[in-house]
């Protein structure tokens, strides 16, 4: 691609020079010279032809001099590189020059290898900084691109605090932050028959835009198999078939899945590979659930997945969580743990679903609030007033 230069000069047989040494370049279509008399010639130039990239100025010129026109070059293109030929070398107008904004200054009569070499290295900084601008746009709409994409993976799951029109004694709350525009951690509810609610929280390996493009495949699947198959520990086996196959990206992800009656309050879950989630009562008191040893979905072929079940109280609040709540950290690298989460959940204890989720999301920034999140977080709370 053909650079251009403009060069601002009255003197006639300065052009009939430059363009004497520079006739190869010119032949070859490596370099485009434009020439004007003056710094108001110049700035119409610069007009008609925005893609100019360095200027040659002299300064004592007609109508409008060289430093007079080093004024409007930033307002013409911030990327317009100058360089001063000049026969006045003083420090004065050498300083007076680059305070406006000149790259370099160069003194008459001309050395046209030193001028060559002044040339090339101006053209490279003005590469450089055009690369840069480049980046700067393309990291702009990568950044416009995710957020685009963070909030179709918040779109895609369902409501944080539903209504169940038929099931008005279910309270249940979900909350997903991700670490970054996009992540990997999940939550998902969907009524399976009558009395049946299908819950599901997850996490993937990894974080980013492959994370969050797992997460959307190994929901899509949970949700497929558990609405035709009503073994959790079935479902989850099945999942993780479908998920091992040809994963040459070694990825994996952690998922609980329950099956809850929302009229009896017992729930048959299976564990893969998450964090156990738990069972508060009404006094405060923690139980954890039991961990079945199943291992993550799309880890291990062929991989048993047991289940389990349990019976919620008609109190009993039900919550499930990603480790972005344990392995969170504050500024002096201490983890806020499994201790952390069972005083944030006994000390603030409500009997309110949202409050416990809300209250927990408070305790953990808290603890975090010197270091920043680093690890996506969502949590999943039930309760089944009956």
Known sequence: MSVQILVVDDEEDFEVLIRQKFRRAIRQGDMTFRFARNGAEALV???????????????????????????????????LRSVVVSAYGDMANIRTAMNRGAFDFVTKPIDFNDLQVTIEKTLLQVEERKRADRQRRELGAIERDLSVAGQLQQDILPEASPQFDDWPQVKLRAFLKPARLVGGDFYDYF????????????????????????????????????????????????????????????????????????????MHYCNGGHPSPLVIGRDGEVRSLSSDGNPALGFIEDAEYRGDSLSLGVEDQFLAYTDGITEAFDGEDKMFGYDGLLRAVRDRHTSSVDELCNNLVMAVDEFQSTNGQTDDIALLALQCAR
């Open 45 to 79: 130039v610069l007009h008609e032809q925005p893609n100019v990239d360095l200027v040659l100025t002299d300064i004592n010129m007609p109508v409008m001099d060289g430093l007079t026109l080093l004024k409007h070059l930033s307002q013409v293109n911030p990327w």
């Open 191 to 266: 009524q399976l028959d009558d009395e049946h609610l299908g819950m599901v929280i997850g996490d993937v390996s990894g974080k980013g835009i492959a994370a969050a493009f797992f997460m959307a495949v190994a929901r899509t699947m949970i949700r497929s198999i558990a609405l035709t198959n009503s073994d959790p520990g079935v479902c989850l086996k099945n999942v993780n078939e479908i998920l091992t196959r040809g994963n040459d990206s070694a990825m994996f992800v952690t998922v609980f899945y329950g099956r809850v009656n929302v009229k009896t309050g017992l």
